[in-house]
Structures are given as C-alpha cells and as structure tokens.
C-alpha cells in the first residue's frame, strides 16, 4: 500500500538547522509531486512548497525562500526537507504530502515530524 | 496571494445532524478546492478534491459543491468518528493556501 514515512522528531537550537525525510513506499515515486505543510501547535495548516521528484523542481513559499531546500534521492525513494536558521516560531509539526497532479489535492500525508526549536 | 476563509471557526452538532462548512476564496479559483479531516495527533485526510469529487474510502455521507469563489462541505448525518477540524485549501495556484480550519465537536 501507498506510504510515506517520516523521521523522528527532532529538538533544535535557535541557529541551527533541521533535515527531515520522507519514505516513499508502495508507487512511483518520481511520478507525483511531493509537498511539504508545517502545523503549529494548535495552529492551522500551512503550505511550505513542493518538489517533484523526476526533475528535482521545487517551488517554495515567498515566507521561506532562501531558508528551505527541498531535495530528493531517487534511488532511496525518499524526499528532503531542510530549514535553516530555526526560530523559535518554527516549533511545528512537519508534513510530507503526495500530489497525485490530478487537482492539486494531497491524497497521502506522512505520519508527522515534530520539529521544537529552544534554547 | 489567494485568502481562503472558512466559516464557522466552530460548530457543535448532534449525531444525525446535517452539518455544511463554507469556504470562501478572496478571487476565483474556478473548481480547484480540496477538502480534508484532521483528527487531533493525526495528520489530515482528504475527504474531497476539486470542489465535488469524493476520494476512494471516504464515506458516502460527505459532500462538497461550488466554484469560482464559494465552496461547501456538508456532512448529510454526522456521526461520532466526524469529529475534528476540517481545512479546505486551494490548488488553483501558489502559494496553495489553506483556511483557517472549522472545529466539530459532537454534542
């Protein structure tokens, strides 16, 4: 079945920088995009950018250029997220998310990466 | 960028009741809405995209309607499991910007 499995949660000091992967199982990977979304607590839902996996494209958010990099290994069927220079306002829960480029829709969402940026 | 308001912040419904969340785009998006469910702890799930169409394993009883600007989700009989917040976004361009989540809570 379709998965995407995320890392573990990750604890950061402000400056620094946090990697996020996201597994992709059960189809192929290179056919969908690949988005990433940030929750904070207790927060609503925000859209961070997308890569596609075939030709390494990504497009990101205006907020974070410069501060992400979104990346993928093909052979590990696997995406990237980097975040640069954490904030505290970055604590958040990340999102891997499947665009099956039929709409636009996520149809499948990795389990979460909680990412806590203190000092 | 696109502003996508939903409207209510929150609801409490009983069992049975027919629930309709509205989402509102601040320009037309013509058909490119999506619908999704998060549980608390969970990560979210789409229950409809552009605009009308149900995802596969979605149960029969969502619904979604609208173009251009103004959308609708309706539950036709809500049940315990339906609890939760629900986000529309748009798809139509980027950035993909989602509402601010309506909060259901069962009476």
């Known amino acids: 079945q379709v998965q995407l499995v995320q890392s573990g949660a990750e604890v950061k000091k402000p400056g620094a920088s946090v990697k996020v992967s996201c597994k992709a199982s059960g189809y192929t990977f290179t056919d969908y995009y690949v988005h990433w979304v940030r929750q904070a607590p207790g927060q609503g839902l925000e859209w961070m950018g997308w890569i596609n996996p075939d030709s390494g494209d990504t497009d990101y958010v205006q907020k974070f250029q410069g501060r992400v990099t979104m990346t993928r290994d093909t052979s590990l069927t696997t995406a990237y997220m980097e975040l640069s220079s954490l904030r505290s306002d970055d604590t958040a829960v990340y999102y891997c998310?499947?665009?099956?480029?039929?709409?636009?829709?996520?149809?499948?969402w990795g389990q979460g990466t909680l990412v806590t940026v203190s000092s | 960028d696109i502003q996508m308001t939903q409207s209510p912040s929150s609801l409490s419904a009983s069992v049975g009741d027919r629930v309709t969340i509205t989402c509102r785009a601040s320009?037309?998006?013509?058909?490119?809405l999506n619908w999704y469910h998060q549980k608390p702890g969970k990560a979210p799930n789409l229950l409809i995209y552009v605009a009308s169409s149900l995802q596969s394993g979605v149960p029969s009883r969502f619904s979604g309607s609208g173009s251009g600007t103004d959308f609708t989700l309706t539950i036709s009989s809500l049940q315990p499991e339906d609890f939760g917040t629900y986000y529309c976004q748009q798809s139509y361009i980027s950035p993909r910007t989602f509402g601010q989540g309506t909060k259901v809570e069962i009476k």
């Open positions: 998310a499947r665009d099956l480029l039929r709409g636009g829709d996520f149809d499948q």
């Open positions: 320009q037309s998006i013509s058909n490119f």
